[in-house]
């Protein structure tokens, strides 16, 4: 990818009006031509989409030519779940994600503590005792030997528990009286909620903003133009969350759209956020056995954990819809999916189906769906905001969700073909750092499916993971490279463009040119991703891969 007119790669100032640029000789990903191999880009929005013949029009017209080289562009993708420090924490500090065994994350344990003497607590991301062969979380006399008697915090892969060292739980008054303190198990609920209240308490604001700032920087490498941050009281805290949104306001980077998830909707409001949505907690996750469930678990005696009922969740819809607030819920088991969708069908009742319906309130994660909820879903306008990668780390006949509920519930999750037939809008996300951000992973994880029935075309994967996360949040102008749309795109190394779709019959027509349908990369699993060469937000170059 060259620039033309004698020009650098112009490094806009964050407030200055973006310069007006054509793009050529490359293959263009727009509805509006699907063979459109140019584009205009003016005042950070899309001018004009076209062929190459007609780019010559253009030319002189512009500030710059940059000179594609064949490279794809396509509209930047959307992140729909994000946190955005703890993502950061988990690139610059200890990641656990990539222990073999409880030996190795002990040994890694003792490296990072050995390494960071000045730190006054000790984080770590991503243990999962279901991958090793001890089968066990790390105890705790374990962590206090590796850490030297240190403040150490290390969330399990799913952030719904955690283990932590003497020297951390000492700082939480009356925790092994708190609701989720098992004496030898890892934390959960309140108990789990506190110790990461004070672990987190402990960073400095320089640690978060270094966070903050790797976390919006590896989603700019990746093509990804915009995040929905998913804070909290129960997550992060006030000063997390505005700092984050004045650190996106102030430097080049995603645009970053703030959910607070709490029934505090002045607080939602005073914090900045465009709804009181988000991790709002119906219930936890699989993996810690917190996920709510109609029927108990295969491997544990009891249905998970309910923290908001229907009642709750009517009257949290209803104000939400009333303040003019998106609404919005984690809910992952099937029972808490229930009581989302009874809760706003009482809702409706209060303040009517059309107000409920244009509020466009969102439900994150959603696994456990059933016929009925999906319908249900379908018929309030609720968006489903959910992580194909989930599928793809703990899926199939043998992975954690067959552990957890065996392997014809572990079938039903993550029902996506079912869901877009019924009309259900969906939002792709990482939920980082739960997974990694990693836009191309995700949309392969939805069409490559580890079950089958629930495979979706990767052109509809690549639309929830771009248009899909703006609709989230109310805009159907956006996430599209379409005249008149802002200009948040990115630019792609990849191999030829295919089309994809569940059913190879489908696939194999609509190759043919005169179906008319843009092509996106080959993503059969094995092929290599497409590389970002560049990534664009409001006309703003807010990366651009080094050359050599």
Request: proline residues 6%.
């Amino acid at each position: 990818m060259t620039h033309g007119h004698g020009a650098a790669t112009p490094q806009t100032p964050h407030n200055d009006q973006p310069r007006t640029v054509l793009l050529r000789r490359g293959e263009v990903h727009s509805p509006a031509d699907p063979f459109a191999t140019a584009m205009v880009v003016e005042r950070g929005h899309i001018a004009w989409v076209g062929s190459e013949g007609a780019a010559d029009a253009f030319a002189q017209g512009v500030d710059e030519v940059v000179d594609l080289d064949g490279a794809l562009v396509t509209p930047a993708f959307t992140d729909a779940h994000l946190h955005a420090t703890s993502a950061g924490l988990a690139l610059t500090g200890l990641d656990l994600t990539r222990a073999r065994s409880l030996a190795d994350a002990l040994d890694l344990v003792r490296a990072y503590a050995d390494g960071r003497p000045a730190d006054r607590v000790l984080l770590g991301h991503g243990w999962d005792a279901a991958r090793w062969p001890e089968r066990r979380a790390p105890r705790r006399e374990e962590l206090d030997a590796a850490t030297g008697g240190r403040p150490l915090y290390l969330s399990r892969i799913d952030v719904h528990s955690a283990v932590a060292t003497t020297a951390l739980l000492d700082r939480v008054p009356r925790i092994r009286e708190t609701a989720g303190f098992h004496e030898g198990e890892p934390l959960t609920r309140d108990a789990h909620h506190a110790v990461r209240a004070a672990a987190f308490a402990a960073i400095t604001p320089s640690q978060r903003e270094e966070a903050q700032r790797t976390a919006l920087r590896q989603a700019a490498s990746l093509g990804i133009g915009s995040v929905h941050e998913c804070g909290g009281p129960e997550i992060s805290s006030p000063e997390d969350f505005t700092a984050l949104l004045a650190l996106a306001e102030a430097e080049p980077g995603p645009r970053v759209f703030g959910y607070w998830a709490d029934r505090d909707l002045a607080l939602a409001k005073e914090l900045g956020a465009i709804g009181a949505a988000g991790d709002l907690f119906v219930d936890g996750a699989l993996g810690s056995h917190t996920a709510c469930l109609h029927a108990p678990y295969t491997d544990a005696t009891h249905t998970g954990t309910a923290y908001l009922d229907t009642a709750e969740v009517a009257a949290h819809v209803a104000a939400c819809t009333e303040a003019g607030l998106q609404a919005g819920f984690h809910a992952i088991g099937d029972a808490a999916i229930t009581a989302v969708v009874d809760g706003i069908r009482q809702a409706a009742d209060t303040v009517g189906l059309a107000r409920i319906r244009a509020a466009r309130h969102r439900v994150e994660h959603a696994e456990m769906m059933t016929p009925a909820t999906i319908a249900a879903f379908a018929e309030l306008g609720l968006t489903a905001s959910v992580q194909p990668a989930f599928d793809a780390n703990w899926g199939g006949p043998d992975g954690m969700y067959a552990d957890r509920l065996g392997a014809d519930r572990a079938r039903t999750l993550n029902p996506y073909a079912a869901m877009l037939k019924a009309g259900v809008p969906l939002a792709f996300g990482s939920d980082a750092p739960v997974t990694p951000l990693d836009p191309w992973g995700t949309v392969r994880a939805a069409a490559f499916h580890r079950t089958a029935e629930h495979r979706i075309s990767v052109r509809a994967a690549f639309t929830a993971h771009t248009r899909g996360g703006w609709r989230a949040i109310g805009r159907d102008d956006a996430g599209v490279l379409v005249p008149g749309a802002p200009a948040d795109y990115a630019v792609w190394q990849t191999s030829e463009l295919v089309v994809q779709a569940p059913d190879d019959r489908v696939a194999r027509w609509s190759t043919d040119p005169r179906s008319g349908t843009p092509g996106l990369p080959d993503l059969t699993p094995g092929t290599e991703l497409p590389v970002c060469l560049a990534t664009v937000v409001g006309g703003r170059e807010v990366f651009v891969r080094p050359q050599g």
